[in-house]
C-alpha cells in the first residue's frame, strides 16, 4: 500500500536527557557539532518541548509514543496503557508489522511496541528490537570480554543492572529476519564504542532490510550520567550527536528514504538544574524542576523549513498527533496537539 | 494507620534516643499528615546515629513546631495534608519502615501528577523551618578546598569555566609543598581542641588519607572493603531473581555498617553512618573515586555544615560496563583526564552548595590544579571574573582569601 504522499518518519529519542548547557547553550555548542552545522541549518528547532509526566526513562518514552502521560511504575516490564503511535499506525493505514520498528536500548523497553488496549494489542504493534539483547544471545557461552561493553544496561538506578535474558530462538528469528548471520554481526559488534552504536548500526540494518515507514530509535548513552561522571555524560553527548547526523546521512543515502523521510531527534527530557538544592545537577532527573521538564526537538524532511526556530513551549505529548497528521493515520486517544510548523 | 492512631508502642523497634524523642512529641506527631511524617520519621529513625549539628536542628524543629497551637500548626502543614493519598499508602508500615513508604509515596504523587506540587509544599516548609529555627552560625567563614587534577601533566580543558564569574584565576601559582601547605592550614583551623570541633573540620580523599588531627577524615580507599561487601550483597539481591529495583533500595535502606564490614565499635558509629549512606545512598559512588568525592562533599555540606571542607580528587578508574564494575571486575586503567573534568564540576558544585549554608557571604573557596601553576579563588576581599598574573606560592593563596 502507498502511504499518503509516500512518506516515511524515523524517530530518534535520547533516553537521558541532555540539559541545554551541554548542548545548544553557548558553552555546550562544542559537544553537538554535528547538529549544530549540519542538521539545524536544515531543521526546523523546537526550543521548549515540556514534558509534564513522570520522569523515568521507559514510562517518559512510552508517554512519547502513546502521546499519554503513562502513570504506570517505570521500572516494571509492563507495556504501555494507551494505544502506541505503532498501533494507529498499523490499524489505520492496514501496514504489516515489518513496517514499523523500534530499536531499543535496554530490557526494560521490550514491552514499548504496543498496549493492552482494547482493540490494539500486540497484533497491530511494532517490532521490537534489543540489540544489545541480540548481542548477549549471539555471544551465549562465548566470551564476552570483547564486547561488554556494549552490554551496559540500564543506568537509572546504577546499582541494578537487570540480567540480560538470552533468549536464542526469537534473536536467531531476528538475526534471520535482518540477514544477518550471528558471526557477522558479532564480528561488527567488535569493531563498535557504545551501546548506541550498536542500536545505530541495527537501525541501518532494518533500513536496508525493510525501509520501514515509522522506525523508533532509542538512544541512552547519555544517561551515564547518573554515575556523577561529568566526562562521560559528556561523551555520550557527542557520541549521541555524531550518531544523529550518521542516522540523517543514512537516510539521504538510501534511495528509499531520501526525500520522503522526515526525522524527529528529541531527547525525552532533560536533566536537574544546578542550582535545585534538591538534585545534584546533571547526575539525575529526579526535582521535576524546569530544567528536567524541559527540553527541545528537531525536525528534518521534506517541505519542513529549513534554520527555523520555533520558541512557543509545545508538549512532549505533541509528537504523536503530529506524527499522525503526517503520515496519515488518526491517533484518537492520544492528547496533544499537531505542531503545525512542520505540517 | 494514620498519624492521630498513633501510640507510644509503635516506636518499641526505634533505636533509644529516637524512642525518647517520638514518645515524648507524640501529640505533635499525630497531628503531622501522612504525606510528611514518615519523611520525618525517617530522619528520626537516625537520630541516634546523625551529626551533632543535625540532632540540634532536629531538636529546634521539634520545639519549634511542638509551640504552635493546633491551628497555626495545621496552617503550616496544609500543603501536605492536601495531596491526595490512597488507602495501600495507609497501610503500609510507615513507622517501621518509612523509607519503603517514601519509595511508594514518590511513585504515587509522579503517577498522580501531584508532584510538583510536593515539591513546591516542601520546599515552602523548608524555607519556614530554616527561618524560625536556623541552624547556628559558623564560628569563623567557612573555607573550601578542592585540589584536583592528579595524574594529569597537560590539558586544555578550560579548568574552573563555570567558577570564574564569581573569583579570580590565578596561572601562576608556585605549587611547591602545596598539598602540605593547604592540609596544614585546614589543620590549623581545627585547632588545638579537636573534642570541641569534632565534625566541623572535615578532609575527604578520593585515594588514600593520612590521619590528620582534628579533621574528620574519610577516604575513598579506607573504604575499599566496605564497597565491594556492598556491591556483593547487590549482585546476590540481584541474583536471587527476587528484587527489582526498588525492592532493592528498600533493602540497601535497611543496612547497617557492620552489614559491609564496618566496625560496630559505638565510637565509630557516626562515622560509619554516615559513610554507609554514602555508598549506599550515593548512586555511582561505589565504583568511581570522582563521584565518591564529590557526592561526599555534598553530604558533608549539607549534613555537616562544616567550617573547613578539603577535597582531593584521585583518578577514577575508566569506564567499564557497568555490569562489570558493579560486580567487582578489576579496573582496567585509571583516566586521569576524565577525572579532571568530573572533579572540575565537582568543584563547581562544591561551591554551590557551599553556598547554601548559612554564612555564604564570608565564605572562602579555593581549587588547586594539583602539583600545577593554575589555581582559583573566590573570597570577599577578591575580584570577581579575573584574571591575576601575579607569581606567588599556595601559602601566598591563602593569605588572599583568609
Redesign the interface.
Known sequence: MQLPHGQKVVVVTFGGGARDEETFAP?GQGNIPHMLNELIPQATFFTQVIN?????HYVATASLATGN?E???N??QISPVNPTVFEYFRKDLRRPAHDTWVVAPSNGFNRIGSSGYRGYGPNLGAEVILPKQLLAAAMAGKSGVDY??????N?????????LSERETETEKIANILKLSLDDFTAHARSLASPDELSVYIARQLMRQYSPSLLWITLHDID?A???????Y?DGIRRSDRLCAEIWQAIQADPEYKGRTTMFILPDFGRDS??S??G?????HR???ALSRTTWMMVLGPGVRHNTFIDRPVDSLDLVPTLGRLLGFSPVLAKGTPLQEVL | MLPKQLTARDFVNYPPRARHIATERLVLLQQLPLAFLPIFLRELTNYDWMLPIERVQIDAQMQLLGSLTGQQLAAKVQGFASLRLNAELEQLDWVNRPAVFIQDLT?WL????Q??AF?STAATFNGYLADAAPPPEPAMPRLGIVILGQGVEHTDYPLF??LRPSGTFFHNIKPDDGLDILLAHAVSRAGNNPLQNAWVHWYIEGGVAAPFPGLTTISYAALDRPRKQLLNL?QQT??SGNS???A??GK?AQLKPEDIGLSQDPADAVLNYFQLSLLSE???????S??FV??AA?ECLRRAQPETIVLRYTP?QQ??????M?SNAPPAGL?P??????A???A??TW?NLC?LRGANEARFLVWFEGKSQAFAIGPELPRGTTSNSLMGIQDLLKLIV
Open positions: 558553552e509534564r509526566g513522570i520522569l523515568g502521560y502513570t504506570f511504575d521500572f516494571a561488554e561493553h556494549l552490554l551496559r544496561d543506568y537509572e538506578t546504577p546499582l541494578f543492572t537487570s540480567a551515564i547518573h554515575s556523577g561522571a561529568y566526562s562521560l559528556i544546578d542550582i538544592s534538591g545534584n545537577g546533571f547526575q539525575h526535582t521535576g524542576d | 511513585a509522579w503517577s498522580t501528577h508532584m510538583d515539591h569555566r563555570k547487590t540481584i541474583a527489582g529495583a526498588e532493592l533500595r540497601l550515593g548512586s555511582g559512588t561505589q565504583v568511581f570522582t563521584t564529590q557526592w555534598r577514577r569506564m567499564q560496563p557497568m555490569n562489570a558493579l583516566d583526564e576524565g577525572s579532571l573534568v568530573d572540575d564540576m565537582g563547581y558544585y554551590l547554601r
